[in-house]
């Protein structure tokens, strides 16, 4: 046993995230088996996305951090990521979701992509920004609107209102990185095209795993 907790961390994480979830308030029983499921799907894709977005503005940080130009719009949309990072998790113990099995998978290729982009300059550093919520902010667009089919409850009402919430946020983001010179970045076609078709994958794949 001890062997196999070294050899699935995360799995062995997941399993104490659990127990520790069983303890709490029981979501809603008035969803059906299928309600349920789309709606474990949402919370964890939410979550591991917001992971992502904490550890993109991080590596951003790391390489921007002494830029008085950036380092402080930078600081304040991670600051706000933060929040939206504790929303989920707080959402994933009380629905009783299982996390995402590759957390350690999205702050890696979090960081490498805000810190990558930022070693481009600040600009493709915004680039990047404007790339990702545009992906995030239409897909929490698309969840409002698969929230609006479910049977109305306090659960639904109050993950509409933060996804609702984060959305608008999102896009703040989005429209301070156009501001911050977003589309003055080297190649920012290609650039915008690769980031936001990765993000997709990963939402793709942060469903499901
Ligand atoms: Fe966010
Ligand atoms: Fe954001």
């Known amino acids: 046993m001890a062997l196999r907790a070294k050899t699935f961390p995360v799995l062995f994480a997941t399993t104490r995230t659990l127990a520790t979830a069983a303890a709490t308030k029981p979501p809603s029983r008035l969803h059906t088996a299928s309600e349920r499921a789309l709606l474990d799907r949402m919370i964890r894709v ?50 009783r979701v299982r996390p995402t099995l590759l957390r350690p998978l999205w702050e890696v290729a979090g960081f490498v992509v805000g810190a990558g982009t930022a070693l481009m300059g600040k600009e493709a550093a915004m680039a990047c920004t404007e790339a990702v ?68 994958a990963a939402i793709w794949v942060a469903t499901r795993i």
Request: charged residues 30%; proline residues 3%; contains cysteine.
């Open 46 to 95: 939410d979550q591991a996305g917001e992971i992502g977005a904490n550890w993109i503005y991080r590596g951003q940080l790391a390489v921007l951090g002494h830029d008085k130009a950036v380092a402080p719009i930078i600081q304040e949309m991670w600051d706000q990521e933060k929040k939206h990072l504790s929303k989920f998790d707080e959402l994933v113990t009380h629905h």
């Open 133 to 200: 919520e545009t992906v995030i902010s239409d897909h929490y667009e698309d969840q409002l609107r698969e929230l609006v089919k479910l049977t109305p409850s306090e659960d639904i009402k109050e993950l509409s209102e933060v996804v609702s919430q984060f959305r608008d946020e999102e896009l703040e983001h989005h429209d301070i990185a156009v501001d911050f010179d977003a589309r003055n970045a080297p190649l920012h076609g290609p650039l915008s095209t690769v980031i936001g078709q990765g993000c997709k």
